[in-house]
């Protein structure tokens, strides 16, 4: 999508950052609401997406609940570092479109 200048459309940039922020925000609400970490650790521990904390994972989170082993620790590197690409990436093409922008303007650089 291309924004037209409209406020009820999304520029490329708008949907790059939401794919790129929401693995983020979506824990980060969970973790900062009273009384739902430890149940929420508690949820992903019993459907073994976590590492409960009797088998001594690798890292574990705050606590004493469940953590991440050698695994799934990989798979959590891998997509942080996906997202910091489409972050950089995201931010490349801005740069580059107020450049070619001003360039377009008849600005020299």
Known sequence: MTNN???NTLSDWDIIMLLCLTPFAVPLVIALVPGWWGSSLTWLV???ILVAA???PLFT???QI???DLPRLVICVA???AALVCGF???RALHERRIDRRLASGDRL
């Open 5 to 7: 200048n409209s406020r």
């Open 46 to 48: 019993e459907r073994k």
């Open 54 to 56: 009797a088998e001594s």
């Open 61 to 63: 989170f705050p606590g």
């Open 66 to 68: 469940g953590g991440l």
């Open 79 to 81: 997509v942080l570092i």
């Open 89 to 91: 990436s995201a931010l």
